[in-house]
């Protein structure tokens, strides 16, 4: 198993208020970035540290600092850039790329419309940012088109997950970690997360 759950009484708390219905479009972005924040803080917990010396007001010491330069923070168009800010909130150094997926509605297959990434991009570690993971068509062609310019190391944050999308990743993908607040029951017939929050990119920008 490859997916990792934050099981956290306030990650519990910040859910229940970004699902109901009634929660406004600015109070439903501050909760998506507060969560991505804690998520990022969980993916990264085995990033590796490079010792330093540093001044403190009374002596010098070594210490470990993260360098950010090698990761780079990947949202989906659209609704990956609401996680964006709580993920440089933890690496405000860390490069970002953009992707834009669109579904095509003859072969319901997802199309990219959009792609630019940082240089030297196959030596970074990739951090995959999408508010949901559904049927995890959009984040397997993401991890697809990553590989293909030799990103080696990968992994998805999410805030809420179907069964049905960690299955996908986990059997094409053994080696991408899942990081996400919630595992939720399953999909609907269009593919929505139940009981799920929505169209996260809708709830994010108000544009229903």
């Known amino acids: 198993m490859n997916e990792n759950v934050l099981n956290h009484p306030m990650i519990t708390h910040k859910l229940a208020i970004l699902r109901d219905v009634n929660t406004c479009t600015k109070e439903f972005r501050e909760l998506i970035t507060e969560i991505a924040t804690l998520i990022c803080y969980e993916a990264t917990r085995d990033a ?21 330069d090698n990761y780079v923070v990947v949202p989906i168009l659209r609704a990956g850039m609401g996680m964006l800010d709580g993920i440089i909130n933890v690496m405000p150094n860390a490069k970002v790329g953009h992707i834009g997926l669109a579904r095509n509605e003859t072969t319901h297959e997802p199309e990219e419309y959009y792609y630019k990434m940082p240089e030297n991009l196959s030596s970074r570690e990739a951090l995959i940012i999408d508010p949901m993971l559904a049927t995890g068509g959009s ?59 929505g169209d996260a990119g809708d709830r994010i920008y108000g544009t229903k």
């Open 48 to 68: 590796k540290l490079e010792e330093v010396t540093i001044d403190t007001p009374l002596e010098s010491m070594k210490t470990g600092k993260v360098n950010e």
């Open 139 to 197: 984040i397997a062609a993401t991890i697809d088109r990553l590989k293909s310019d030799g990103v080696k190391c990968i992994k998805i944050l999410c805030i809420v997950a179907s069964p049905e999308g960690i299955k996908h990743i986990e059997d094409n993908y053994p080696e991408v970690q899942i990081f996400c607040a919630t595992v939720d029951r399953q999909l609907n017939d269009n593919a929505y997360i139940l009981p799920g929050l």
